[in-house]
C-alpha cells in the first residue's frame, strides 16, 4: 500500500505543485519571522548586554506619557560625587544622552535617519565598553566641536571641518565636526552626535549642573548587583532609578522590542493569510486528485484494501506534501529572513547577516506548520477517498462530489452565519466600546466560516446573475463557460474562497479607514480655526525657538503653542487616570471651535484650572469646581480646578482618555523641561493667509523638522497616517491574491486535465484555439469575480460594524470607498485572466484527437 | 507510389465527382527505426452522396486514415482534398474553420458537451462560427431524429442512443461537405445501434449527405454502399452493396491470410 501511495505521489508531483507552493509560502513567512527577530534580539542583546555600564542611575521615571512631550528627565551631575562614595565603585561619570534633538546640516536639511528613527546628541567617553570607536578626527574638546557617527556622515556626505547646526531644548547651537565614529557593533539606525562631556550638559539640558544619568563601573571582584546595592546606599534615597547592566539591556530590548514586535506580527499575519489561503488550495487539489482516481480508488477497495487502508494512502500523500513543503519554505524563509535583513540595512540598521540566528523553534514551528496545514487540510478529502465503493472501478463514474447535496453545508453555513449575524448585529447596537470589539471580532470569524461553509450554496446563483451577460456576449463560448464554473459548486466555491477572504479583509479595512478619514475630516472641519498648524509629521515635539521664530515673522497675528504632558489625575470616585494633557496658551478660542457643556476657555485656561470632557467627567463624579489632585512629572504635584466640561465626542483615543487640558501657563509651572508639539497661527489682520504662508517657510527654513500645513494640508497628513495601516492591508492582500491566484489556476488546471475529452471534442468540431482560450479565460473571470463580490460584501458589513465600534469612540462619520470597491472587483477579473493564462494556453495546446481516441 | 487498390480508385462514383481525396497518404508514429506506419501510401477517393464504410481490425490504420481526411490529424506523406481545397499543409486556424464549416463528425463515445443541452449541442459548430441555423432544416433535422421533445435536456439526462440521435443531428443541421462517423454504434446496444445506422442511410438516401464511417462491425457495414478494407495501413479490398454476411466473409479471409504469414490471430475489436 506505502508502494501504491508513493507511486500515486510521484505521479501526481506536477498537480501537487501549487499545493506545495502555498504551503512553502506559509511555512516561509513563519520560518522567515522567527528568524528575523531571533537575530535582531540576539545582535541587540549583545549590544546592550556589553555597552551597558556595570550599574547606571537614572532619573525616577513616574509618568509615562503615551505621545512624545520632548521632555528630559535629568539628575545632578553631583551625584556622581555621591556614587564615587560607595564601596566597589572603580569609576562613575555623569553622561549625558539627549534622544529628541534635531541636527541640521548646512544645506538646512536634518541629518537624521529617513526612517525616523531619532538623532541622539552625548557627551564623548572613550571607555572599554563603548560601541563606537573615533575612527578620524580628534575628540571634541570644548563648545563648538563634535562628532559625528560614520554612517550619517557616508548618508549625508558630511566631512571633517564641516558645520553642523544642533536644535537641543535650551536653544541652537553650533558645531564644527572634529571627527567621525564608527560602530563596532550594530548601530540600531539612529543619527548620532558627540560633545565634549565638559559642555554637553549646558548645552543639552541647559545646565552644566545636569546629566541624563550616572554610569556606574565596578571594581574587581564586585558584582552588579552589590554594587547596585551598595550605590544605592550611598545615595540614601530612593528617588533615582537604579539598573544592573543587564537590567538596562533589558529594558532597552523591551523598548526595541516594540517596535519587532510589529515586524514580528505583521510576517505572522503574512503567514497567517498564506495558511488560510493556502488550505483552501490544499483542500481543492486532494479533493480533486480524488476525484479523477475515483475508479482507481474504486479499484483498489475491490482487491480489498480496507477504507482506513485508502484514507491512511492518501493522508500520507498529504505528509509528503507537507514534508517536502515545509523544508523548502524553511529555505525559502532563511531567504526571507536574509531579505529582510539587508532592508534592515537600507533603514540604517546595520546587522550583520553572518550572524544569523536559526534557534531550534524555527524548524519546529516551521514542520508544524507546514504538515500541521497539509493534513488537516487533506483529512476531508481522505475521507471522501475512503468512502468510494467498490463499485466504483466499474462504472464509468462522473466526477464525484458533483451532484451530492450540499444540505448539510447550507444547515452548517445557515446556523454559524445566523451566530455570526447576531454578533455583528449586537456589535453594531452596542453602547460600549469592549463589548462591541468583542462581538466585532466574534461576528466576523462567525460570518467568514459562514460564507466559506455556504460558498458552494451560492455560486449557482451569483454565478448565473454575474454570468448572465456573457451567452449574449460572447455566444456558446460565454454560455460554456459560465456553466463550466457552476459544474462543481464545491470547486468553484472553494477556489473563490481563497480570494474571499483576501478581499473581505480589504473591503473591512477600507470602510474602516475611509471611515475614519472622513470622521476626522469632519472632526478637523468643525475645531481646527486656524489659518496654519506648525508640526511635524510625526507629532515629535520641537524648541521653543519654532514658535519664537513664527512670532516674529512680519504678518502673524496670532501663535497658540500646545504642549503635551503625562499627567495623573485622581478622580472623586477614588480613580487614578493616567494620561496625557494639553496645555494650551492664550487665545485657544481664536484657533480652535471648542463646545462647553460648562464654563469656557476662560476658565479651562486661567491659572490652577483644566478643562475636561463631560462625559468622562460624569463617569467619574466630577463637577465644575470639583478640585482635583494632579501628578506631573518628576514628583511636581498640584490641585487643579475643573473650570469648564467640553462636549466634543473627542474624549478618547490614541491611549488619552478625559480630553484634559489646560493653561500653558498652568502646564509649564509644573511641567517646566517640555517642548512644543504644535503651534496654531492666524494671519494678522490685513494679511492674507496666502501671503503669510510662503514667509513662515522661509522663516522656517532653518528648522526642517516642523512644516507649515492649513487646514487641507493637515487633513491630508492625517488621511496619510490612516492610509499607513491601509499600506499593510494592501501588502496583506497582495500576497492573498498571489495565492488565490494559484488556487485559480489550480483549479483550471486540473479542470483542463479532467475536460481533456470535452475540450478535444469542441477542437474536432471547429472550435478554435482563441475561442477556446476565452472560454476558459472567462470561466476564471466568473470565478475570480465571484469571490470578490462574496468578500467585498463581507468585507462591506464588517467594515459598517467596525465602523460602529469607531464610532463610540467618536468617529461617527461612515464613508463606504466605492472607488476602491469598484477597482477591486475590476482588479479581481484581472486576476482571473491572469491565473487563466497557463490552462488556457495548456488547454489549446492540447491534442485534438485526445477526445476521440478510443480507450 | 501507388498500391494495388488505387488502380480500382475506390469509392469512385463518376456521376457525382468526390468529397474527399487522398494521394499517396501516409502517417508515421516515431521516427528512425522505431517508426510504427499506420497509413502506407494509401489513396483514396471518397465518393460524393455515397455511404462509404471503413473496416479493418484494431491498428489497420482505419481511425487514422479518418482523421487524416477530417484534417484533425497530420500527415507524414503525400496529400489530402476536401472537395477542391487542399488541406494538407494547412495552418490550425484554417483547418479549425475547415471542420467547423465543411465537415460534420460523430464519435463513438464523448459526443456531446455536457453542460449544454441538446439543442445547444446541436447547433454549437455553428454558434461558434457565429452563424444562424436556417431555422426550417434545424426543425426537420430534428424532427426526423424524433429529438423533439428531447431538446432541452443535457446529455446526461438522454439514453446512449439519443446522445448519438444528437450527435448525428450536431452533424447535419450544418449541411457539410462531408460527415465523418468513428463508430458511431460502439458503445450502444443493437436496436439503438440499428436506429442510428438507420439516420445515417437516410441522411445519404434523402438528404443527398456524404458520410464515412469507420466501423470493425460487419453488420453495421453493411449499411453502406462500399466498404474500404484497410489492413496494415493499406486498402486491401473493396466491396459494392455489402451485406453482413459477404463482409464478414470477406474479413474471415483476410484474418486466415494474416494468421497464415504468422502476423498474429484476428482482433476484430478494438
Known amino acids: ?855 | 507510389m501507388s498500391t494495388p487498390a488505387a488502380e480500382h480508385a475506390p469509392g469512385r462514383a463518376p456521376d457525382a465527382g468526390t468529397a474527399a481525396r487522398a494521394r499517396g497518404l501516409t502517417k508515421a508514429y516515431g521516427s528512425g527505426e522505431t517508426a510504427v506506419l499506420a497509413l502506407d501510401s494509401v489513396d483514396v477517393d471518397i465518393a460524393r452522396g455515397r455511404f462509404t464504410a471503413v473496416m479493418g481490425p484494431s491498428g489497420s490504420g482505419k481511425s487514422t486514415l479518418m482523421h487524416c481526411l477530417a484534417g484533425l490529424d497530420s500527415v507524414s506523406a503525400g496529400r489530402v482534398w476536401l472537395g477542391d481545397t487542399e488541406i494538407t499543409g494547412l495552418k490550425d486556424g484554417e483547418l479549425t474553420r475547415l471542420r467547423r464549416d465543411r465537415i460534420g463528425f460523430m464519435f463513438q463515445s464523448f459526443n456531446l458537451i455536457p453542460t449544454l443541452n441538446a439543442a445547444e449541442n446541436i447547433t454549437l459548430p455553428m454558434d461558434i462560427a457565429g452563424r444562424r441555423p436556417d431555422p426550417r432544416w434545424l426543425d426537420q433535422v430534428v424532427d426526423t431524429l424524433g429529438l423533439r421533445d428531447r431538446l432541452t435536456h443535457r446529455p446526461a439526462q438522454l439514453s446512449g442512443g439519443q446522445q448519438q440521435r444528437v450527435a448525428c443531428a450536431r452533424a447535419l443541421v450544418s449541411r457539410p461537405e462531408l460527415i465523418f462517423a468513428d463508430e458511431p454504434t460502439g458503445n450502444l446496444d443493437s436496436r439503438a445501434g440499428l436506429e442510428v445506422l438507420g439516420f445515417l442511410r437516410g441522411a445519404v438516401d434523402d438528404l443527398g449527405q456524404t458520410v464515412v464511417m469507420v466501423t470493425h462491425d460487419p453488420g453495421a457495414a453493411a449499411h453502406s454502399d462500399l466498404v474500404l478494407f484497410l489492413a496494415d495501413g493499406r486498402i486491401v479490398d473493396e466491396m459494392e452493396r455489402p451485406t453482413a454476411e459477404t463482409v464478414l466473409e470477406r474479413m474471415k479471409a483476410f484474418d486466415a491470410v494474416r494468421g497464415r504469414l504468422g502476423d498474429g490471430g484476428p482482433v476484430l475489436e478494438d
Not at chain 1, 211 to 239: E, F, M
Not at chain 1, 247 to 253: D, G, H, V, Y
Not at chain 1, 675 to 686: E, K, T
Open chain 1, 1 to 855: 500500500m506505502l508502494r501504491a501511495t508513493l507511486r500515486s505521489f510521484l505521479a501526481h508531483k506536477g498537480r501537487l505543485a501549487l499545493s506545495a507552493l502555498a504551503v512553502v509560502l506559509s511555512v516561509a513567512f513563519v520560518a522567515g519571522s522567527l528568524i528575523f527577530s531571533d537575530t535582531v534580539s540576539r545582535t541587540f542583546d549583545r549590544l546592550f548586554a556589553s555597552t551597558a555600564a556595570d550599574v547606571t542611575v537614572e532619573a525616577k521615571q513616574d509618568l509615562r506619557s503615551p505621545v512624545p512631550t520632548g521632555a528630559v528627565q535629568t539628575v545632578p551631575a553631583a551625584l556622581r560625587d555621591r556614587v564615587l562614595k560607595a564601596r566597589g565603585v572603580a569609576a562613575a561619570r555623569a553622561d549625558v544622552s539627549v534622544r529628541n534633538i534635531v541636527v541640521v546640516d548646512r544645506h538646512q536639511t536634518s541629518v537624521g535617519p529617513p526612517n525616523g528613527a531619532p538623532t541622539l546628541a552625548g557627551s564623548w567617553y572613550v571607555t572599554r565598553r563603548s560601541p563606537v570607536r573615533l575612527t578620524s578626527g580628534h575628540a571634541p574638546h570644548g563648545a563648538g566641536e563634535a562628532l559625528l557617527d560614520a554612517d550619517t556622515a557616508a548618508r549625508k556626505h558630511v566631512r571633517i571641518g564641516d558645520p553642523l547646526t544642533v536644535q537641543a531644548r535650551p536653544g541652537t547651537f553650533r558645531v564644527r565636526v572634529v571627527g567621525i565614529a564608527a560602530f563596532t557593533t550594530t548601530n540600531p539606525g539612529s543619527a548620532r552626535v558627540w560633545l565634549d562631556p565638559a559642555v554637553a550638559g549646558r548645552e543639552l539640558l541647559g545646565s552644566a549642573a545636569r546629566a541624563t544619568s550616572i554610569s556606574v563601573d565596578a571594581a574587581p571582584g564586585v558584582s552588579d548587583a552589590q554594587l547596585k546595592r551598595r550605590v544605592r546606599a550611598a545615595l540614601g534615597t530612593s528617588a533615582y532609578d537604579l539598573r544592573t547592566a543587564g537590567e538596562q539591556a533589558k529594558s532597552a530590548a523591551a523598548d526595541l522590542g516594540t517596535f519587532l514586535d510589529v515586524i514580528k506580527y505583521v510576517m505572522l499575519g503574512f503567514a497567517g493569510i498564506a495558511v488560510l489561503v493556502g488550505v483552501f488550495l490544499i483542500v481543492n487539489t486532494f479533493s480533486m486528485l480524488i476525484a479523477q482516481r475515483t475508479r482507481e480508488l474504486g479499484l483498489l477497495r475491490a482487491l480489498g484494501a480496507d477504507r482506513r487502508q485508502v484514507r491512511r494512502s492518501v493522508l500520507t500523500e498529504a505528509l509528503l506534501l507537507g514534508v517536502a513543503g515545509s523544508t523548502l519554505g524553511l529555505a525559502a524563509g532563511i531567504g526571507l529572513a536574509l531579505g529582510l535583513i539587508r532592508l534592515m540595512g537600507a533603514f540604517g540598521m546595520n546587522l550583520k547577516a553572518t550572524e544569523m540566528v536559526i534557534g531550534w523553534g524555527t524548524p519546529v514551528a516551521a514542520y508544524a506548520v507546514g504538515v500541521g496545514v497539509t493534513f488537516v487540510a487533506a483529512y476531508l478529502p481522505a475521507r471522501r477517498a475512503a468512502a468510494v465503493s467498490p463499485m466504483a472501478a466499474l462504472a464509468d463514474a462522473e466526477v464525484a462530489g458533483v451532484g451530492k447535496p450540499l444540505k448539510a453545508r447550507a444547515i452548517a453555513g445557515g446556523v454559524v452565519g445566523v451566530a455570526g449575524a447576531a454578533a455583528l448585529a449586537g456589535c453594531a447596537a452596542a453602547s460600549k466600546t469592549a463589548p462591541a470589539a468583542a462581538l466585532l471580532g466574534l461576528g466576523v470569524v462567525l460570518t467568514l466560516i459562514a460564507t466559506v461553509v455556504a460558498g458552494p450554496l451560492l455560486v449557482r446563483p451569483v454565478i448565473r446573475v454575474l454570468g448572465g451577460a456573457f451567452p449574449a456576449l460572447f455566444g456558446s463560448v460565454g454560455r460554456m463557460s459560465q456553466r463550466n464554473a457552476l459544474r462543481n459548486p464545491r470547486r468553484t466555491g472553494a477556489t473563490a474562497a481563497a480570494l474571499m477572504v483576501g478581499l473581505a479583509l480589504v473591503g473591512g479595512m477600507s470602510v474602516a479607514s475611509a471611515s475614519m478619514s472622513a470622521s476626522f475630516d469632519r472632526r478637523i472641519d468643525r475645531t481646527l480655526g486656524a489659518d496654519f498648524t506648525v508640526q511635524n509629521a510625526n507629532f515629535t515635539p520641537f524648541t521653543p525657538e519654532v514658535a519664537r521664530t513664527v512670532a516674529a515673522t512680519r504678518g502673524v497675528g496670532l501663535v497658540v503653542r500646545q504642549r503635551i504632558t503625562p499627567v495623573a489625575v485622581g478622580l472623586p470616585d477614588g480613580r487614578r487616570v493616567q494620561t496625557a494633557a494639553a496645555g494650551y496658551g492664550p487665545g485657544l478660542d481664536e484657533v480652535a471651535h471648542i463646545t462647553y457643556a460648562r464654563g469656557g476657555s476662560a476658565a479651562a485656561l486661567a491659572a490652577g484650572h483644566l478643562a475636561m470632557d463631560a462625559g468622562f467627567a460624569a463617569d467619574h463624579g466630577v463637577r465644575t469646581g470639583s478640585v482635583l489632585p494632579v501628578e506631573f512629572p518628576g514628583g511636581h504635584r498640584a490641585r487643579l480646578t475643573v473650570g469648564a466640561l467640553t462636549d466634543m465626542d473627542t474624549g478618547e483615543g490614541f491611549g488619552t482618555q478625559g480630553g484634559i487640558f489646560f493653561g500653558l501657563a498652568t502646564l509649564e509651572r509644573y511641567a517646566p523641561d517640555g517642548q512644543d508639539s504644535a503651534l496654531y497661527v492666524n494671519a494678522a489682520d490685513g494679511t492674507g493667509a496666502k501671503e503669510l504662508r510662503p514667509r513662515l517657510e522661509r522663516a522656517l527654513r532653518p528648522y526642517p523638522q516642523v512644516q507649515v500645513r492649513d487646514q487641507g494640508d493637515y487633513k491630508k497628513l492625517v488621511h496619510d497616517q490612516i492610509a499607513v495601516l491601509l499600506y499593510l492591508v494592501y501588502a496583506l492582500l497582495g500576497l492573498a491574491i498571489v495565492i488565490a491566484v494559484l488556487g485559480v489556476v489550480n483549479t483550471l488546471a486540473l479542470s483542463v486535465v479532467e475536460r481533456t475529452r470535452e475540450i478535444g471534442l469542441l477542437r474536432a468540431i471547429g472550435l478554435g484555439r482563441r475561442q477556446l482560450r476565452r472560454m476558459i479565460r472567462l470561466e476564471s473571470v466568473v470565478i475570480a469575480v465571484f469571490g470578490a463580490v462574496l468578500g467585498l460584501g463581507l468585507g462591506l458589513v464588517w467594515g459598517v460594524c467596525a465602523q460602529r465600534v469607531l464610532a463610540l469612540r467618536g468617529l461617527t462619520a461612515l464613508a463606504i470607498p466605492w472607488g476602491t470597491i469598484v477597482a477591486v472587483v475590476i482588479g479581481s477579473a484581472v486576476v482571473g485572466i491572469v491565473a487563466a493564462l497557463l490552462p488556457a494556453l495548456r488547454a489549446s495546446r492540447m491534442n485534438v484527437l485526445a477526445a476521440i481516441a478510443h480507450e
